[in-house]
């Protein structure tokens, strides 16, 4: 075997050469027989007074060969393939070196016989270089047997020299091709395997391309968001504050103090007022980030909490958000990237809740410290994740909503967020019961 070979090494070479010889050698073998049976015409041309017990010889031969193949389509033969190779390849071999002993020795045209079966193996058949040489060596000594016992011997030598040295030259020749077959076919087969390799780089690459462009498409729309948030700051902040000067100057009046109905209705105005403030006020928090050092600030996790339940509150509609945090929730990080994540889980954990169709629906999101880091938990108790969706849910583009109802960057998206903060966002679920998300997010020292 060339050195490539044995260097190859893995298990796949090694299937990939057994599967050529096994296909090549159920091929040869039919071939063998068949032109076993073929050279009937001549034993007919050259020795027709044996013509009979040739064809019996042949017919037994061709048998032999066929079963030969026949058992290299079975499983026993795929890992036996080298052997049973080698067995029908010295079958024509033994019987051409018979019908030489019983017709004219060192004379008999069959020699010949054996040198295209030999030129044939080098051409065609699978094997090692060192197996056609050993097979190159067997039939120089069978053509030596059957001429040393033929009554006429090996007569005065030199015809019998001549004929091995044709022999031996159709064993090297054959030998040569066999050894550079092999060489192609490992470098073929190598080849296939960089394919391989490079197919798989690619599927990263275009995995990696689907977050790039979920990131990208997430950006466009936090600028989107900015600059709405922008124009709202600017278009509804003036009179909304027009607004609660116009109410607070009316609750100052007398006839406020005088008529309980009015001083209710002003106040119930002005606690409107102040929630619109505080939703652009959100809005901007989440949309708008500062270049810098910005993106990396202090912040209370439990105001981000508060901010992303507010800017999801419409889905969050006749749930019960229980929130349960330490005192102190202080975080370092992206607020604005991690109140989108707390959205994200928010819709997602609504979604679950209301299909699930639960009498008592119920979110609940729990922090604890740990060392020096901030866990946060949000479970729900929807309809769960299903075990063969359960460790795709952070792939870009997966989901199993409805065509329309989203992309399936959002999961993906808050990953790559936790991520860059040195946390691991992570899921658990039991089916029909309770899905869970869990990250953690790094203390100010």
Same mark, same amino acid.
């Given at each position: 075997?060339?050195?490539?070979?044995?260097?190859?090494?893995?298990?796949?070479? =090694?299937?990939?050469?057994?599967?050529?010889?096994?296909?090549?050698?159920?091929?040869?073998?039919?071939?063998?027989?068949?032109?076993?049976?073929?050279?009937?015409?001549?034993?007919?041309?050259?020795?027709?007074?044996?013509?009979?017990?040739?064809?019996?010889?042949?017919?037994?031969?061709?048998?032999?060969?066929?079963?030969?193949?026949?058992?290299?389509?079975?499983?026993?033969?795929?890992?036996?393939?080298?052997?049973?190779?080698?067995?029908?390849?010295?079958?024509?071999?033994?019987?051409?070196?018979?019908?030489?002993?019983?017709?004219?020795?060192?004379?008999?045209?069959?020699?010949?016989?054996?040198?295209?079966?030999?030129?044939?193996?080098?051409?065609?058949?699978?094997?090692?270089?060192?197996?056609?040489?050993?097979? /190159?060596?067997?039939?120089?000594?069978?053509?030596?047997?059957?001429?040393?016992?033929?009554?006429?011997?090996?007569?005065?030598?030199?015809?019998?020299?001549?004929?091995?040295?044709?022999?031996?030259? &159709?064993?090297?020749?054959?030998?040569?091709?066999?050894?550079?077959?092999?060489?192609?076919?490992?470098?073929?087969?190598?080849?296939?395997?960089?394919?391989?390799? =490079?197919?798989?780089?690619?599927?990263?690459?275009?995995?990696?391309?689907?977050?790039?462009? /979920? =990131?990208?498409?997430?950006?466009?729309?936090?600028?989107?968001?900015?600059?709405?948030?922008?124009?709202?700051?600017?278009?509804?902040?003036?009179?909304?504050?027009?607004?609660?000067?116009?109410?607070?100057?009316?609750?100052?009046?007398?006839?406020?103090?005088?008529?309980?109905?009015?001083?209710?209705?002003?106040?119930?105005?002005?606690?409107?007022?102040?929630?619109?403030?505080?939703?652009?006020?959100?809005?901007?928090?989440? *949309?708008?980030?500062?270049?810098?050092?910005?993106? =990396?600030?202090?912040?209370?996790?439990?105001? *981000?909490?508060?901010?992303?339940?507010?800017?999801?509150?419409?889905?969050?509609?006749?749930?019960?958000?229980?929130?349960?945090?330490?005192?102190?929730?202080?975080?370092?990080?992206?607020?604005?990237?991690?109140?989108?994540?707390?959205?994200?889980?928010?819709?997602?954990?609504?979604?679950?809740?209301?299909?699930? &169709?639960?009498?008592?629906?119920?979110?609940?999101?729990?922090?604890?410290?740990?060392?020096?880091?901030?866990?946060?938990?949000?479970?729900?108790?929807?309809?769960?994740?299903?075990?063969?969706?359960?460790?795709?849910?952070?792939?870009?583009?997966?989901?199993?909503?409805?065509?329309?109802?989203?992309?399936?960057?959002?999961?993906?998206?808050?990953?790559?967020?936790?991520?860059?903060?040195?946390?691991?966002?992570?899921?658990?679920?039991?089916? /029909?019961?309770?899905?869970?998300?869990?990250?953690?997010?790094?203390?100010?020292?």
């Amino acid at each position: 075997m060339p050195a490539d070979l044995r260097s190859a090494g893995p298990l796949r070479l =090694q299937d990939d050469v057994l599967d050529v010889r096994l296909r090549f050698s159920k091929i040869g073998a039919f071939i063998s027989a068949s032109l076993i049976v073929l050279g009937f015409g001549l034993d007919l041309a050259t020795y027709p007074d044996r013509v009979g017990e040739f064809f019996v010889l042949r017919l037994i031969t061709a048998t032999l060969t066929l079963l030969i193949m026949a058992a290299l389509m079975t499983q026993v033969g795929r890992h036996q393939v080298q052997w049973l190779t080698l067995a029908w390849l010295v079958l024509p071999q033994i019987m051409i070196s018979w019908m030489i002993f019983q017709t004219d020795g060192v004379s008999s045209i069959y020699f010949v016989g054996l040198q295209l079966a030999l030129f044939g193996v080098g051409l065609l058949v699978p094997i090692s270089y060192l197996e056609s040489m050993a097979f /190159g060596l067997f039939t120089i000594a069978v053509y030596f047997v059957a001429c040393y016992l033929h009554p006429s011997g090996l007569g005065d030598g030199q015809e019998f020299v001549a004929h091995s040295i044709f022999t031996a030259f &159709a064993a090297i020749i054959s030998t040569g091709c066999t050894y550079f077959n092999e060489l192609s076919r490992v470098k073929l087969f190598r080849l296939r395997e960089q394919v391989d390799a =490079q197919n798989l780089e690619l599927v990263e690459i275009n995995r990696a391309l689907a977050e790039v462009k /979920g =990131q990208l498409l997430q950006r466009e729309k936090m600028a989107a968001i900015g600059t709405l948030s922008a124009g709202l700051m600017h278009e509804v902040n003036n009179p909304v504050n027009y607004s609660l000067m116009a109410i607070n100057m009316g609750l100052s009046l007398p006839a406020a103090d005088q008529d309980p109905m009015l001083k209710e209705s002003l106040i119930d105005a002005r606690e409107g007022m102040q929630r619109v403030q505080n939703i652009v006020t959100d809005l901007k928090t989440f *949309a708008y980030q500062k270049p810098g050092t910005d993106s =990396q600030r202090i912040f209370l996790m439990e105001k *981000a909490i508060r901010s992303a339940q507010r800017l999801a509150g419409f889905e969050l509609k006749g749930i019960e958000v229980v929130v349960d945090l330490p005192p102190d929730t202080h975080v370092t990080g992206d607020e604005p990237a991690l109140i989108g994540v707390l959205i994200n889980l928010f819709s997602n954990a609504a979604k679950a809740v209301h299909a699930a &169709a639960r009498s008592a629906p119920r979110i609940e999101v729990k922090a604890e410290h740990r060392n020096d880091r901030l866990w946060v938990r949000v479970r729900d108790n929807g309809q769960g994740i299903a075990p063969e969706n359960i460790d795709r849910v952070f792939e870009p583009f997966f989901t199993t909503r409805d065509v329309g109802s989203g992309l399936g960057l959002g999961l993906s998206i808050s990953y790559g967020i936790i991520q860059r903060h040195g946390g691991v966002l992570s899921v658990a679920s039991e089916f /029909g019961a309770w899905t869970e998300f869990s990250f953690d997010l790094p203390r100010p020292a």
